[in-house]
């Protein structure tokens, strides 16, 4: 995924404002009506039917017909494609739910050549033509992938527009060495990995989160929908922005760098929903970490695990292999011992059989290493390539 900063004039803004209201409002249509489907009822409508009242609702409402055709059909296109990522066991799409106001807004346009293109104006500015706004100059901060299908515009909570061109990355080739590596998900660390290297995905600096700190103490005393509240939750807003950026960024390198370095990438198998949600640890690995995991969700979330993790499925089809977590903290890599006591502190193991003593996170990735693959949800173990469209990802996230 490749994304730019757009540039639209005022004017051309109010047309992606309005694209992104009608995309929401199609797209909560299509929510609404698959919540309300009961077992036993008639099945809810299918993306032929959803597209035949959309023409309906056109009709009967001018500020929807006012709007592009294109963007409200490919929302729901796009919904129908969450729909069937959610009821595809392999993929880890939840369920596709509301988008609200201000939040993930976004219009999705396919069919380059037909709705749209893209061109280069000058060394530093580009032109994509989006239906009804015409072109809108984006800041060519580096080559606009020539494969691309399809674009997605979003404007993030501070306000900024993007545009993102959708390539499946190319997958990167195997290094043929036979090396095995595992990942562990640290809360401290991001990620350790079985060579003892640690990967520490970039938050933002003391001094932004000292400054984030002081600005939301500020943002709780001003009053409700005045002028300066809205300046501080701009400069909030902005500040996480930058976060997600750097994480983004991280994932990005990251996940070639392993691909290619390693012929196997051996990760836990976590759903990182049921992980952040409870302390109460998993299935497979019941309380483990129990206190450091209160209070620190937003650690593990903020690890940008799962954005990993997606990416090497991406560049390394087939050669990421996830693994049934449990006791993978509290086993011994070298002697294979098991014991809650060996992990004597978040950072250090000592096996209390053998007296084997290493960083914690360090002898997990080593068991994840030397594990079995396993599918939580009845597979045969065997890693298949994992063809999913990228902006899917994104949207379902
Ligand atoms: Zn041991």
């Known amino acids: 995924m490749s994304r730019y900063r757009l540039l639209p004039t005022p004017a051309q803004e109010a047309v992606l404002r309005d694209h992104c209201g009608h995309a929401r409002y199609v797209w909560n249509l299509a ?17 032929r039917e959803q597209c035949r009242q959309l023409t309906e609702a056109r009709a009967e409402y001018p500020w929807l017909a006012a709007g592009s055709q294109t963007v409200q059909q490919q929302a729901l296109r796009d919904f129908t494609q969450a729909m069937a990522a959610f009821f595809d066991p392999k993929n880890p799409a939840g369920r596709p739910s509301w988008r609200k106001a201000g939040r993930a807004e976004g219009f999705r346009i396919v069919g380059r050549g037909r709705q749209w293109d893209v061109r280069r104006l000058s060394r530093h500015v580009g032109q994509v033509w989006v239906p009804k706004a015409g072109w809108v100059r984006f800041r ?54 079985s060579t003892g290297q640690m990967l520490h995905a970039p938050g933002l600096t003391r001094r932004e989160r000292t400054r984030l700190r002081r600005l939301q103490r500020k943002l709780a005393c001003a009053k409700r929908g005045s002028n300066r509240r809205g300046r501080v939750r701009h400069t909030i807003a ?160």
């Open 140 to 193: 060519w901060s580096r080559a606009a992938p020539p494969g691309a299908k399809s674009y997605r515009v979003t404007m993030d909570r501070a306000g900024r527009w993007h545009i993102a061109f959708a390539v499946i990355p190319a997958p990167v080739p195997a290094p043929g060495n036979g090396q095995a590596v595992g990942v562990d998900r640290g809360v401290a660390v991001s990620a350790a990995l």
């Open 238 to 397: 902005r500040l996480r922005a930058r976060e997600t950026d750097r994480r983004k960024d991280w994932a990005e390198k990251t996940s070639t760098d392993l691909a290619r370095r390693f012929d196997l990438i051996r990760v836990e198998d976590l759903q990182i929903t049921n992980m952040t949600r409870s302390a109460k640890g998993t299935r497979g690995d019941p309380g483990r970490n129990v206190r450091q995991k209160t209070g620190l969700n937003r650690g593990i979330l903020g690890s940008g695990w799962g954005q990993l993790v997606r990416r090497l499925e991406d560049k390394a089809p087939g050669r990421v292999e996830k693994i049934r977590p449990a006791f993978t903290s509290q086993r011994c890599s070298a002697c294979g011992h098991v014991d809650a006591k060996s992990r004597e502190s978040q950072a250090r193991f000592v096996c209390t059989a053998c007296g084997f003593a290493l960083h914690a996170d360090v002898n997990a990735a080593r068991n994840i290493a030397a594990g079995h693959a396993v599918t939580a949800r009845g597979g045969d173990g065997v890693a298949r390539p994992m063809n999913r469209e990228p902006q899917l990802l994104l949207q379902t996230a």
């Open 31 to 47: 929510v609404e009506q698959h919540a309300q489907w009961r077992p036993g009822r008639t099945s809810a409508p299918g993306y």
